[in-house]
């Protein structure tokens, strides 16, 4: 039987795509639907300006928006995606945990909390279990899981291939896609013709998610992974996916076959959404590029390309689906994990 779901901020962009790909999941059953007060009370069409590429399924268009509250939801709701603003994450996801509501959410809020998991399910599923530490230390019935910054969950994959080498310094500097940035983020005016060299707090997500991700987990606490990154972060006007160009230096010598090879045997795993082969290494020096390979895998994969050998290690560029990858499918993702691990 399917497990019954809710979206909290269902009717924005990433709440969007969470129903786009929700939707048809056998093993998930979308039952609740939350959004802001104005939403509250609107049949879902009324309420959603729908801008995903597929029309609303025609169930979801019917269904009461209800306020973001935990009394608001059915009991027999057993999972909740989460995709609002971080600040309103902050403050209704641990009311939601407390109510026994086990709670995968994309919002930055709380992901570096010491007991809170910070999951890509390919690199660091291990990770699940600090919930048990969570459930100790909150007293909740429920669970909290993050996913991690799109630009994060792009080049990470990459550096979990590489770690056999003994990573010791990265760069990393972006070109992220618009929608990144939510409807309203970035007018026309700012973006057509443009680049922008800054993106709030970004770069500190790459820096410090990252260590995080690649860091252990004993049973008991987790400590972070050595590796020293830096980012740079820039906007640029693609619509959809974000290309990263990355450079890291090696304890032990890395060739680009040793690279490549590495990248392409770095295993997926048996989940859904995960894709048979999680990344794409292009012999093509122009590849990856956003418009043509963001939807390898259905968009959950990551591609990779132009692998050098530079003066500062090895360098190469990657790429995935900010709002699939990066976002509304790495919550489902972390869904089918909780489910697969018995949390639900
Ligand atoms: N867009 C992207 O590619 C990515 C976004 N994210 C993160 O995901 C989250 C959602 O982003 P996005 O979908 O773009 O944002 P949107 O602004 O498009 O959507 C926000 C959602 O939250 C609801 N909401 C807003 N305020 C409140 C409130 N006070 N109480 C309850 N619900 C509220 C909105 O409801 P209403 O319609 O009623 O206002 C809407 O459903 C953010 O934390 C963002 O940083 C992460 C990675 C990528
Ligand atoms: N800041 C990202 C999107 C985002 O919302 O990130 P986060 O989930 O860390 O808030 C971008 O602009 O592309």
Redesign the pocket.
Same mark, same amino acid.
């Given at each position: 039987m399917a497990v019954r779901v809710g979206v909290? @901020?269902?009717?924005?962009?990433? @709440?969007q795509r969470l129903i786009q790909l929700l939707e048809p999941h056998p093993e998930f059953e979308i039952a609740a639907l939350?959004?802001?007060?104005?939403?509250a009370g609107k049949t879902y069409e009324q309420?959603?300006k729908w801008r995903v590429n597929s029309p609303i399924p025609d169930d979801i268009a019917e269904m009461t928006v209800t306020?973001?509250e935990p009394d608001a939801v059915p009991d027999d709701v057993d999972l909740l995606f989460s995709?609002?603003?971080?600040s309103?994450?902050a403050e209704?996801e641990p009311p939601f945990c407390e109510d026994g509501y086990v709670v995968s959410s994309?919002?930055?809020n709380s992901r570096m909390a010491d007991d809170v998991p910070l999951i890509i399910p390919e690199v660091n599923a291990d990770h699940l279990d600090l919930l048990e530490v969570q459930r100790d230390e909150r007293g909740w019935d429920g669970a909290l899981v993050k996913n991690p910054?799109?630009s994060t969950i792009t080049f990470v994959p990459t550096l979990a291939a590489l770690a056999e080498f003994g990573l010791e310094t990265v760069h990393v500097a972006t070109l992220q896609a618009v929608? @990144?940035?939510?409807?309203?983020g970035v007018t026309s005016m700012e973006i057509i013709d443009n680049a922008i060299p800054y993106i709030g707090s970004e770069e500190d997500k790459l820096e410090t998610e990252s260590r995080k991700l690649l860091g252990e987990f004993d049973g008991a606490s987790l400590s972070q992974d050595g590796v020293e990154v830096a980012a740079s972060c820039n906007r640029i006007p693609t619509i959809d996916g974000h290309l990263e160009n990355v450079w890291v230096e090696t304890e032990e010598e890395l060739t680009v076959e040793d690279a490549k090879t590495a990248m392409t045997e770095y295993p997926s795993i048996d989940l859904r959404s995960s894709p048979d082969q999680f990344i794409h290494v292009f012999d093509d020096p122009d590849r990856p590029q956003p418009r043509m390979d963001r939807t390898i895998g259905d968009g959950m994969a990551i591609a990779a390309g132009g692998l050098r050998e530079s003066t500062f290690g090895l360098q190469y560029n990657c790429l995935a689906h900010?709002?699939i990858r @990066?976002?509304a499918g790495a919550s489902v993702l972390n869904g089918e994990l909780l489910l697969e691990n018995g949390y639900l």
């Open positions: 909290l @901020g269902a009717t924005g962009a990433v @709440g939350t959004a802001s007060e104005s939403s309420a959603a306020a973001t995709s609002l603003p971080s309103v994450g209704v994309n919002s930055s910054n799109c929608s @990144g940035a939510g409807y309203d900010n709002t @990066g976002a």
